[in-house]
């Protein structure tokens, strides 16, 4: 079970009582869910260049493919795939941590 991003416990009950009106998010959550909005952000610009580059391959071959224009599609068309998964990885990081409250093990506060 994931540690509570309000008070540090496994599975605190009582925090997920008390998040109501009242409940005031810390510094550190606030943090946390601003990087995960700017990765979202980040990785949705990445996706949008990357589908560019893709169109504009698909359009700049000609009926008459060569090679070095299927090369050119092929590696826009990875680059795309790249992208889009990014993009997923991004929104569900960020739905964890708003729907349960798991933070991503790279943005956990190390102590040491």
Same mark, same amino acid.
């Given at each position: 079970?994931?540690?509570?991003?309000?008070? @540090?416990?496994? /599975?605190?009950? $009582?925090?997920?009582? #008390?998040? @109501?009106?009242?409940?005031?998010?810390?510094?550190?959550?606030?943090? =946390?869910?601003?990087?995960?909005?700017?990765?979202?952000?980040?990785?949705?610009?990445?996706? $949008?260049?990357?589908?560019?580059? !893709? $169109?504009?391959?698909? /359009?700049?071959?000609?009926? /008459?493919?060569?090679?070095? @224009?299927? #090369?050119?599609?092929?590696?826009?068309?990875?680059?795309?795939?790249?992208?889009?998964?990014?993009?997923? $990885?991004?929104?569900?990081?960020?739905?964890? !941590?708003?729907?349960? @409250? =798991?933070?991503?093990?790279?943005?956990?506060?190390?102590? /040491?």
């Amino acid at each position: 079970m994931a540690k509570c991003t309000y008070c @540090g416990d496994q /599975g605190c009950a $009582n925090c997920t009582r #008390q998040r @109501g009106a009242n409940h005031q998010p810390s510094r550190t959550e606030l943090e =946390i869910r601003s990087l995960l909005i700017s990765e979202v952000i980040e990785a949705t610009a990445r996706n $949008n260049a990357a589908s560019q580059a !893709f $169109n504009l391959a698909i /359009g700049q071959v000609p009926s /008459g493919m060569d090679s070095d @224009g299927s #090369q050119r599609i092929h590696d826009a068309s990875r680059e795309l795939a790249k992208a889009r998964n990014e993009v997923m $990885n991004a929104h569900t990081r960020l739905n964890n !941590f708003l729907s349960r @409250g =798991i933070v991503p093990e790279d943005l956990k506060v190390r102590s /040491g």
